[in-house]
């Protein structure tokens, strides 16, 4: 079980006591970066749990754009694996909170799409050259239900 690092459990508990107004706009690490996160909740495929991660999103017209990245590392995050298991997730933007359901991009998204998240987040880009040796790093895409 991949645990969550505390500063992403602490985004999450200051995201949700704001109604994102403390945590929407994610500074980076090095406090310099304005990236808006959303909190993705997904049930766990083994605990059956709710699972909630801050992740950095785009917009698709009415849709919410994620990357499954989890740095470049080797394998897919935990929560990605969740989605594909179950693809009723929940949401919150800010204070609105909503159901969604979370889809892999097809190819031609995840072409179209990409760039706009590397714009929003740069280091997207060098961590699917890290990952390359071992996967696609997957861009998500959660509509509303």
């Known amino acids: 079980l991949m645990t969550q690092p505390p500063f992403a459990r602490e985004h999450v508990d ?3 006591a704001s109604n994102g107004a403390d945590g929407h706009i994610w500074t980076g690490f090095d406090s ?3 990236f808006p996160c959303l909190l993705l909740t997904t049930s766990g495929r083994k605990s059956g749990e709710a699972r909630t991660t801050p992740l950095i999103y785009g917009r698709d017209g009415a849709d919410f754009v994620v990357i499954a990245s989890q740095g470049g590392r080797p394998a897919h995050p935990g929560w990605y694996f ?3 298991d179950d693809a009723s997730v ?3 933007v800010v204070a609105d ?3 969604a359901t979370a889809r892999t991009a097809t190819s031609e998204e995840r072409a179209r799409l990409w760039p706009l998240m590397a714009e929003i987040y740069p280091p997207y880009d060098a961590y699917q050259e890290k990952a390359a040796g071992s996967r696609e ?3 998500v895409i ?3 239900t």
Do not use: C, D, K, M
């Open 97 to 99: 909170v909503f159901a």
């Open 142 to 144: 959660l509509s509303r």
């Open 14 to 16: 200051r995201y949700r």
């Open 82 to 84: 969740n989605i594909l």
């Open 90 to 92: 929940e949401v919150q």
């Open 137 to 139: 790093i997957p861009l």
């Open 32 to 34: 310099t970066g304005h």
